[in-house]
């Protein structure tokens, strides 16, 4: 039987070691220069959480049927805000940072403070948060900062399989959010994911869509991890995914909610073949004639000040220093940088493709 404690992640798949060959090569030359309004950072402020989600990517062990939810041993968030600041005014100012990853921002002990720190430092934020702890409170004051967008995530269209995903959510307080977000005026969206174990639920989500005045919806596809493995949580091969999307698709038109997806749902091929079929992707920035371009303009920190360079299955690993150079120009982005400029396409990064 489990202890209680949820046993936070600490192996990946991948590290720096397992891309490159040669340690000491000299890789300056793929170095950024740092400008204004062009980076963006995603921000872990908290590993604390409201929930215990069965398909957690950052929980390792821990029973989901015992574990009190939020226990995630250590649980650590950056903190005091004034760390946060050190660390935002070495950079240049952002375009946008995405307050994300780990836990559930909310839950930080001074989430206000951090948020307005964050707000002096960038064009836009973007908050993704279970809305469980949302207050017309809360939203007002983010009402009063650089918010562009609050994403509220979802993987079910139905009470009992929404609680069920989402070990501790309240369906109810799903559906408050919601109803708080229409009325802040603040502009929002839901973003789920798929897997096979919610595909009969996620075909009732569009008609409680329109039953709740969701404006926009994007879907993702389950990225696997030790955790979601354990719970049995498996995503969808491309043979049964592909006319279960467009089976979606008709729910949605059916339901008038408007439907994207992530670029990222799919292998390329598959890509292509929805979009050919008349389904709407999300937009992401021209690739220049790479595989992915991401490790030239984003990266991410974590609650402990660990760096996650993107969004492959990456080892955390600590920041040489709090600047520029440190975090947008590491060596796990200087390493992604040359071999995607290569058109070494790494495994990790074709894994990336395949499973979000």
């Known amino acids: 039987m489990s202890s209680g404690k949820m046993k936070y992640r600490t192996e990946y798949e991948y590290s720096p070691e397992s891309l490159e060959s040669n340690p000491a090569e000299d890789l300056s030359g793929f170095r950024v220069a740092p400008r204004d309004h062009v980076y963006t950072l995603g921000l872990s402020l908290t590993r604390k959480c409201n929930l215990n989600c069965r398909f957690c990517y950052y929980h390792e062990t821990g029973d989901s049927e015992t574990a009190s939810c939020g226990e995630c041993s250590p649980s650590t968030e950056t903190d005091p805000p004034d760390t946060l600041a050190r660390m935002l005014e070495v950079l240049p100012i952002l375009a946008c940072i995405n307050v994300s990853l780990e836990g559930e921002p909310l839950c930080h002990s001074r989430f206000s403070e951090c948020m307005e720190i964050i707000t002096r430092h960038t064009d836009s934020i973007i ?28 993987e079910a269209g139905d009470p009992e399989s929404y609680e069920h995903f989402r070990k501790g959510a309240s369906f109810r307080k799903f559906r408050t959010a919601a109803e708080l977000l229409n009325e802040s005026g603040i502009p929002w969206l839901v973003y789920g994911f798929l897997f096979r174990e919610n595909m009969a639920s996620f075909l009732k989500y569009p008609k409680l869509a329109g039953e709740l005045g969701i404006g926009k919806t994007v879907i993702g596809r389950l990225r696997e991890c030790p955790y979601s493995r354990k719970n049995s949580l498996h995503r969808i091969p491309d043979r049964e995914l592909l006319p279960y999307l467009e089976e979606l698709h008709k729910e949605f038109v059916r339901n008038g909610i408007a439907l994207e ?95 979000i």
């Open 127 to 154: 908050l993704t948060t279970n809305g469980q702890l949302l207050t017309p409170e809360i939203l007002q004051h983010l009402k009063s900062l650089k918010i562009c967008r609050i994403v509220l995530s979802c």
């Open 261 to 355: 997806y992530d670029p990222y749902i799919s292998a390329p091929e598959n890509t292509e073949l929805l979009r050919a079929k008349g389904l709407q992707f999300t937009d992401v920035p021209a690739n220049e004639g790479l595989f992915c371009n991401f490790p030239w303009y984003c990266t991410n920190i974590l609650s402990d000040g660990k760096i996650f360079p993107c969004c492959g299955d990456f080892q955390p690993r600590e920041v040489r220093e709090y600047s520029f150079d440190g975090i947008f120009n590491s060596r796990y982005l200087l390493i992604l940088r040359r071999l995607l400029s290569e058109n070494r396409v790494p495994e990790v990064c074709l894994k990336c493709r395949n499973l």
